[in-house]
């Protein structure tokens, strides 16, 4: 594993996907606890049409994407807020339009077709140095947000209702969450791309979730899944010449199902131990 | 005179163009347990989150008296309908309980949580289910989770408790004594709580509000006879004007037979 890391490039994916499982972790705990995982998938193919849109206009990949997925966020939020009933409904059509607009734009951007696979996938293996930088400063920023704001958020998370009566700022607070979701979507997208962002900001916060007692212990195990899929995933992908985007996202759904296995196994034991202490107690 | 904790006056509020409540007057007087009944979609909720400021009354104006600090008005400990949705949720009781003891404005100072554990225990202590406080709140009954919720009201240290269906994932022998806890609690603090389980109102609450649209107070009573008539009188039109038709059949059957008198 050690000889890998002499090319620069390999430094880079392990740099980024350790960043990458770090704010997933915390974020996508955020996410799972306010059930705003498809409002999240939402948003991380409007961000397409934000690619599209750079690509059109011949910005960075990154402006073009933030610009658009940020957009796309707070009208998901405003829409989530004001009317609840059919929010999922207009969070679907709203994925479908950025899609569809990025790949228009795409089309009669003039010049060569763009490799659009890296985006759906990832290109971890290609991350440079600057967007490193800029991972972390906003990595940073958003989990300095996410620690000002904990007792605020995990209130809120639970309960808006007494959250409200406390004095929390609710709405202010949501809107906050979406768009620090945004920002971290469209860093993923760069590491493993829109189709798998949602499995990297679910699956590790899922499985941390059944294991742990607090918020912040979910946060931390998320943290630590992440980055054993992550790390591990880039791994075998090295060995074997695979897609690292897909091989990262394999691993942590061999990790979800084995989390059901464990779960179960916990649950017949359990029972059997119920139902020993009863005929004992017959007995 | 006792003194006023909450009034009233002459309160509408209406949603999405319909009235969901008209001419509401009521006040809470300092020890009073008074119990909301009414149909589904009456108004009680709403009624309940008017008072505790989640919904703007549409004309009139809930007033919360000064009480121990005038300034902030009188502290409200509200207990919401049970809430099922998010029972995964990595919290034990005691953290839920603790949430009663944030301070938005306080949210950097990290020196008080001793105390607030303190506080949270002595809650979850008051509601007789100290040895759960590190559970996790997926591993509790219905109930203990209702208590839970309690004690998070509590913690505010309120002199109004405002409970929206606080019994209805108890048992039958739960809610006897969970009933008995809010009249202990009751010696303390003024409760207002909204019910559908009419025999234990009648056996536990001092007074009853009708609310169908329209609220008709039932003042307080000297035994609890005199109170289930007054809760069984709601159904019919000349001891109480709201009529609250009562949903299960044993009640709906006796208020033919009044209608038929």
Known sequence: MIEVLQFEFMRNALMAGLLASLICGVIGSLIVINRLVFLSGGIAHSAYGGIGLAFFLGLPFMAGAFFFSFL??????????????????????????????????????PGYNVDLMSYLFGSILSVPRSDLLIMAIAGGAILLLVFYFFNDLLIMSYDEEFALVRGVPVRRLYYMLIGIVAITVVMMVQVVGLILVIALLTIPPYIAEKYTKSLVQMMVLSCMLGMAFTTGGLWISYRLDLTSG??????????????????????????RLTIKSHQEMSG | MR?????????????????????????VNQGDFIAVVGPNGGGKTTLLKLIVGLLKPTRGKVRLAGGKAPKKGVEIGYVPQQIDHNLSFPATALDVVMMGKHVPEQRLMFNRSRKDRKDGLAALEKMGIAEFADRKISDLS????????????????????VLDEPTASIDSRGQTQF???????????????????????????????????????????ETSGELLDAVYSCSVYDSCPVTVPFPDSRTSELSKEAAND
């Open chain 2, 179 to 221: 009933y008995q806890l809010l009249q202990g609690l009751n010696k303390e603090l003024t409760i207002l709580m909204v019910s559908h389980d009419l025999l234990s109102v009648s056996a536990y609450a001092k007074s009853v509000a009708c609310v169908n649209r329209r609220l008709h107070y039932h003042q307080a009573f």
């Open chain 1, 246 to 271: 897909a091989v990262i996202i394999f691993l942590a759904g061999s990790g979800f199902f084995l989390s059901l296995v464990l779960d179960s196994l916990i649950t017949l034991n359990k029972r």
């Open chain 2, 3 to 27: 003194n006023i904790v909450a009034e009233i006056n002459d309160l509408c509020f209406s949603y999405s163009g319909k009235e969901v409540l008209h001419n509401i007057d009521l006040v």
């Open chain 1, 72 to 109: 796309s966020a707070m009208i998901m939020a405003a829409v989530s807020t004001r009317s609840k009933q059919r929010a999922d409904t207009i969070i679907g059509v709203m994925w479908a339009v950025g899609m569809a607009v990025g790949i228009l734009l795409i089309d009669i951007t």
């Open chain 2, 142 to 161: 219905g109930g203990q989770r209702q208590r839970v919720l309690i004690a998070r009201a509590l913690v505010t240290e309120p002199e109004l408790l």
